[in-house]
């Protein structure tokens, strides 16, 4: 089943994502080339790195200490429920001590509970509804992340809390984005989308509901106090009508049956141009939003993706296309241009935000 | 005579900030330049001093880690050979001699590097310790609540000499901890732990693992106390 597989598949990604940004932003602090606000330092001294760490096995041993009791007491909760008290409980006491490590882990663990109890419902008996709503719900949240992230930028103290919602928001939608845009991502969609409706188990359709009206709120709020812009209200606005249409729209049929080589449906073709489309403007929007909010962390990012995104296409559309020795030769050339290109268009917006 | 950077680094270290000590070392007449060149020559002598006291750091650590990898193999060659009485006084002594030369060394003769690479070695003593103790008297338990044992005793080490690398080491074991625990929470058989004393250890370790992390939280420096 597709989505079990997305519900295993993101938390790889998205940890090694985490730690991936944790080790970025320390290397950079140990270069001497500190970022240009202190909230986007990771650790502010060795006593701040040592008492965080200490706070995060503190949660770690929360959680572990209160399943050890559940066993004991022959299990009176189920185990996600325990996740879910144990990253409340970090969660705030992340807030109130403003600590950076357990803040990402109470979110982890808040996520984790989240996909365990669609995928259980998913499971029930009588819903004969595909997966969906997990990979619409996902969406949600990591938009929800993103606005979160906006806004806490201009709340001292929780400034800190900034860059990892705004990190774990972008670069998750980013993740499914590319997924859904490649060959094996367009497959899912079939098993994915089914005729009966989600409303046959009223749980995923509360739950959802409640992740749409807190997405409108936040979003929202965030354009009053002009942490959003227009521009990333509307891109938002879009991702959450492609990937929310899979909820309506029926089963979907992407490639033709037993074709070889695999060819799309007419449904297919339209669903492989939206999210290619909409992979490749995403970055190009968060470039530009980059350049325009003059943050240069959000215009390595998009260039970073973009170029992961020119790779993983070349692969996806030639490999079996083209003979193995011009395929390489060709690959070569193209990312020589690629790379020179996006040297110079980095530097040039970069520069330009410096003179701004 | 002192050098101007040498005045800055007397300066710095009555708490003057940098534009306090710019302020009163041209109001004495120095230029910019001057200045600008004594605080990089503060900074070039302190990454070299930085560097310096990291290799030492370095070295001393790995020849802890060396002698406490010999003294386990030593032991677990001749195991079987030796009487539980000496076995006991073998970890006992070895811990004990450790962890007073660590003190000797660096609060007497004044080699903190070194004398922490003793406190590390003395700790690391310990936890093969009570391993070691486990197995000679068939200890009824689970392997985490070992490292558990070890973290706690790690950490009041730790918090005893104030040598940062123990509570990196307590860090460790603590990861350990509860990577393992799961394990034995979703896979052990129903009914398989002694009286809850697993649960009951996790329970203490979560509160000490807390009690340490504000205990350190603590001592942050005022100035960036009030950035978080």
Known sequence: MEYLFFSYLLWPLLIIGIIGFFIVRALRHHGGAKSGSWYEQTFLSKENFASELFLLLFLFFMAVTLQAFNRDFHEPFAWETLILVSSLIGLGLAYWLRLTLTFTFSIFGLLTWWTVKMVYWLDLPGASIGGAPIVVGFVVIFLILYALGRLHEHEFPQQRFAPIYEFLGLISTIILLMIFSSQWGLETISSLTKDSTILSVWQIGVMLTVLFVSLIIIAAYALLKRALSLGELVSMAVLVVVFGSMLVIGQQDVFVNGSYPRSLTAQGIVWAIVFNGLAFFELLGLMLLGYKRKEPRIVNIGSLFLFILIFVKYFDWFFTFLDKSLFFISAGILFFAIGWLMERGRKYMLATMQKL | ?228
């Open chain 2, 1 to 228: 005579m002192t050098t101007l950077s040498d005045r800055i680094t007397l300066l710095l270290s009555r708490g003057k900030t940098k534009e306090e000590i710019y302020l009163e070392l041209l109001k004495e007449g120095h230029t910019t330049n001057d200045i600008q060149a004594g605080f990089a020559a503060i900074g070039t002598a302190k990454d070299g001093a930085n560097s310096q006291k990291r290799t030492i750091n370095m070295i001393v650590i790995i020849g802890a880690l060396l002698v406490g990898a010999g003294i386990f193999s030593f032991i677990a060659a001749n195991w079987q050979e030796m009487a539980k009485t000496a076995k006991v006084l073998i970890i006992l002594v070895a811990m004990v001699v450790s962890y007073s030369m660590g003190w000797l060394m660096r609060e007497r003769w004044n080699y903190a590097k070194t004398g922490g690479a003793f406190l590390l070695l003395g700790s690391l003593i310990y936890g093969g310790g009570i391993f070691l103790v486990a197995q000679m008297f068939n200890i009824r338990g689970n392997w985490p609540d070992g490292f558990i044992l070890w973290m706690l005793g790690t950490l009041v080490m730790a918090f005893a000499t104030q040598w940062f690398s123990l509570f990196s080491l307590a860090i460790v074991l603590g990861f350990i901890v509860v990577v393992g625990h799961p394990f034995d929470i979703f896979e052990g058989l129903p009914g398989d732990y002694f009286l809850f004393t697993s649960s009951f250890l996790l329970l203490i370790a979560t509160l000490i693992v807390f009690v340490s992390g504000m205990m350190i939280r603590h001592r942050i420096p005022s100035d960036i106390k009030k950035l978080l």
